[in-house]
């Protein structure tokens, strides 16, 4: 067990830099919109974390790297002042990128250290898998956050040659029926999830049908040129409200030059290929896009229920279910606590996985969640009547 | 039932009249935020409705009253043009509150002549009796929004004295424990309901604990005390992001004056009485209420299936349930078709009724919802567990 | 004396209210934008001046009306606690318009008694008459601010048939030579002046022409036409940003119907007449179409250096002249000094005087100003070279 | 001639980087507000302007190093299309800081051959010219926003130890009387200056006093504790607004700590020095602090007229008059013509100099001006009375 949260520990961090490495030192800085964080950020929040719960209670011997961290790097740093907000991490040129990488350098040194002579008790490794974890959250964040820095400068800079993570294709088609009946729904397994899954509880389903393909650009296309983005009729009020005050008339990413689409990717500006399954859209279009071709979107509780006869894996999906605690879930003491239950209105459930995610954090019952404007993420659509 | 709906139609009519007896001229124009529309817009708006969906179709002999109003009193009329939206409503002195009054007789006219010599099918019935109730909802807006209007004011005008709607009390005390299982949810009944509330299905509910008490103006109180409002502990992160940008820091209408609390009551400014129902309150405050009493909201099935066992009609009691549609739920063709589905996403439901609420306008399925930080509802807390 | 300011102020005040005769309560009321204040606001903030500067220090034996006027009517009340904001005038709907009229008449009566009886001194004689150029003040800000406000309904209500403060022509054409030289300029003589026009001084003018007509509308018309709002080369960067986020694209009050050209005045809608004096522009307007035409605005002191050879007062002109001290400018004590200074930074001065102007409230030293994104006055165009 | 104009160039363009040689990668990117650009920008856009108006049109030889520069670093570029605009300077991470360097390399090298070999014409001196003004005053603006990006970070980094340029001290006091008279005001030499000095012109002055030192640390923190911010009858009312919507009170970058004073300098966070010369305030603050004194600043023409008697060069000083054109200012065609005159409304005439200005570029006649609410310049004040 020790030596498998060794290798847990070492193999996530690394991945972390690894996705940083076609980084220019610049592109670590900016947040151009206050839900995008600047990589520089995510690097240094994961490690903090580390040791923030982990090396400062129970690694007496620990040194910390540099006090001033402390709230600089706590996601809710924010509350310590008037001068640094949420809002102006992309304004922190200080510390600089080397220094957060020698920050992470001596909280691994440290964790290593204490992982391989300490006695780790099963608060301590349920702990460290939790930041594990959550340093996996971070690294798709980093993904998508990168791609919104780069994807927004009209230099449509390449992060790596053949790095596209939009070229998925459909393998099956058609609708597969669910009869009516009890389920459980929940985590009830002995790994790692997170609270939000807690509390396996039975729902009672009606029947229902759910596709076994996502929504492809050509099909999206279609709702384009029948002037989805025009007609009021489609949306929910407030998609409306966003699709006027926004401007938004297609995906993110997407470019129409004289008539022809292209999408930015981490490759590059690239055609848009037809076939290619759907990314980077709202709830707002998905429900909208639902709407106009006449079918819905499915619950969570209908996703996870077919789940298994269903392949997945490369787009968020988007449900209809609005993000909401499970039967008796109970919010944790402490700063641990704060995970996932303090975001539990206002947003969508999207369920699944996407290519950006990092490999392990996949579950049928995983719960992610997003305003319903956000198009930044790997997201698609997948129909249910 | 030709006589049955005459007499509701009059009488539905002749309340939202009544309601507005007590007003100055002055007091039908303003529109202090987007979310309260003038009074003299609410009566024009239920009359329009009768116009557009019954009169104009149906009744071939109908001159309408004047073209424009076609498209003034349109809720959606924000999208007509430029120079009109709905945040100017309250900028439109004209038509004046006379020639709304006109616009009501001309329509009232019309429609008695048209119930009395017409043959009414099903489907023309079905209309009116939904113009009725929309009437019915709007009656509690305009309560509550000539509240807001006058409860803004320096002076805090009287609206009528002795009339004060939120001098509840309690009469029970204690939990009701109800017991696993499945419950049917939605109306199957043969009256009229909302398309909201139709899809009747089943729901496997876990064993729940549900107050047979509102919370109170001194339970709440206590809340305020213990620091309730500056402690972000207690509130979603939307909330505390709201308690902050907006300097909430009590329920509308509440003011502290060199420490004694009063609040504004349509009956004037009046010491606020302890044992009274707590009223006004966002869904964010009623959720961090909650929290920090170590309970929770119901959701909206709990409270569905316990209500014939509680006292309720005295608040609208937020859920902790998202506004979304019921299986199978189907949003009907055309204009009237736009009454409920667009606004389901982003609200909470809100369950029972107030006591602003027009009699007769309560069902144990009905579905009230607002966005979560809304506070001018008659609105409060019953906890769960 | 005491005879003149007894008519003098019978005068003044009646012709406030004979402005407010052609109007419905409703009309009253709204505040649309923030610089536009209700009409009912007007009427009692004029008379609160006597009852705050007269009556209250200076007659024994006076009794307020009611005593929160003094606040709600105080042009500064917005300081006063936080429920009540400059922003709010349109919300409060109380007192009525009744009201008000019962609190002009008792002050009216009670100034009548006090300046029939008293012995006035020169200081008060000063104050009322001061009283009584602010009433001109707000007589034309009443106009201007009820022309907004039917002016921005869809219906186009009219004020009074036949009232139309737009249809002046030019009668002179050409431009006028000045020669270098030294030039007496502000306020030397024994009348009334306000403070922002005396320390009248010498001022070096370096030799120029002023156009002896205005502006007209066929003339502006052609700036439209050349795409004079399309074109940033004409505008002052601040003018360029305010074209761009207000989407103005014409005078205010043009509509254009189908390539008609109609403008909204007090006597309704009708069509441009091409040979009127251009209206209702601001600043930045007047400053873009004399950049394009190749000339400039005349500044303030070469605009009183030629005023007696030119036919002004249909009007008030733009010029290119910040509003500043003149030289020796102190702000008086106390609330009466607050009169003017404090509005010197970010507005243009106007001068001349306008069709709205109230008789005798004209002065070749009288200096307006505004700031420059302001077109809801009737603001034109001269040029100079 | 030629010889100067190379030594000029050289020396000029190393002085922008030698200004930048203590930054981190990371402090060129960032663009905290509007107003403070990137440094990576300043670096580009003075490159630009020599490529843009020189090398393009004069050099055929030249090859442009990458044809997106030419909208990336054009300051109007926000014109060119909707997915770049001015507030997103701070968001373009590529190019990187080593490809601008480059850039700079890449058009320092083309301007030394064009330079060495070509025919300079007098237009063309006169263009390079202006560039190298155009990029002292992006020296001055680079350091001010280094300050601001370095300064508004919670760590206070140090820029360069011992670079503090806001330690000087008065060396003169008292008052200097000016005669009323006429003077000559603007720019009559052969030298360079801009257009906006340019029109010397005669200018009849009143009699007046004005300050041989400027105010200092320890007299505006009498101001402060005065309560100088809480007061509104101090200010101007724009100023007032601006005081209470961004909470400002004191000059940029002090920081109260415990009760005492401290200010960040480019040196680091340091004890503020009593009788240092005040720095880092905005005109608003600049003219409550003369009001509150009972005393005014002066006007750009008294300050003209008194300057050769004068000790200034330390601090931009704030004038009381607004930013016009004098007499007969023409506006150049095309881009170089927007040099000056667009900016000519809402903003606030500065003479003098500061510690930041590039050497040898002082002029009496120099006419510096901002917005009246930034305080991020070397601004100081004078008084007059």
Redesign the interface.
Known sequence: MKDNIIGFYEQTRLRSLSLCEPL???????Q?VVYVSPA?WHLAHTTWFFEEFVLKPFDKSYKLFQE?FCF?FNSYYN?V?T??SRH?R????????QEIYAYRQHVDDAMHRFMSHGELGQHILNLIELGLNHEHQHQELLITDIKY??G????F?VYKKGYNLTNQNNFCEGFLKVKEG?VDIGYGGDNFCYDNELGQ????L?E?EISKALVTNAEYLEFIEAGGYLK??F??????TWVQSSEVHSPMYWHNKNGSWYHYCLSGLEPLAPHEILAHIS??EA?AFA?WKGY?LPTEFEWEAASERLEWGQRWEWT???Y??Y??FI?QDGAVG?YNG?????Q?VLRGASSATSPGHQRKTYRNFFH?QYQWQYSGIRLAK
Do not use: C
Not at 90 to 97: A, E, F, I, N, Q
């Open positions: 220019e030192i610049e592109d670590y800085v900016p151009p520089k001033s600089l509350a002042g001068r640094v102006q992309g304004d922190l040129t200080r510390p600089t990128v820095v780069l927004q400068n009209p230099l800079p009890l509880h039975t729902v009672y009606q229902f009021s009729e949306w929910l009020d407030d998609g409306w709830f707002y429900n709407t819905r209809s279910s609005a909401l605690p039967p008796g919010i704060e303090k975001f539990m209105v206002n969508m319903p």
